[in-house]
């Protein structure tokens, strides 16, 4: 599993760099970090992140969320996507808040297979 959500990561990384740029010149501040929860925003300033390469997958996750719309008025994104979004969001957490249900795990790693 934290292989799958690596490949996402980098997958959503990529993405998000390409299209936040068409949504505006002032992107960082605009999509980013205004849409970061307070402890993301705290560890972004802490650390001196300037780009997405040192966003994880929850805060790109969060990131792309708050830009859906915008995003999705300049891609062409199947229909499912935004459910897409919503499910790997559930799925980070319940992998990043393990409570030790091995059948659960089952169920959502067969969903993210789609």
């Not at 040192?54 to 805060?59: E, I, P, R, S, V």
């Not at 859906?68 to 891609?75: A, G, L, M, P, V």
């Not at 919503?86 to 659960?104: D, P, Y």
Request: hydrophobic share 40%; glycine share 2%.
């Amino acid at each position: 599993m934290n292989d799958l959500l690596k490949q996402a990561t980098c997958c959503l990384r990529t993405f998000l760099a390409r299209c936040l740029p068409e949504i505006t010149a002032e992107w960082w501040s605009r999509c980013v970090l205004c849409n970061l929860t307070d402890s993301q925003t705290h560890l972004v300033r802490e650390r001196n992140i300037t780009n997405l390469d040192g966003l994880d997958l929850a805060a790109l996750l969060r990131v792309f969320d708050a830009n859906y719309f915008d995003i999705s008025q300049r891609q062409v994104l199947p229909r499912q996507t935004r459910n897409w979004l919503k499910e790997l969001q559930h799925i980070r957490n319940r992998w990043a808040h393990h409570s030790g249900e091995a059948a659960t795990w089952t169920r959502w790693s067969g969903s993210s297979a789609r």
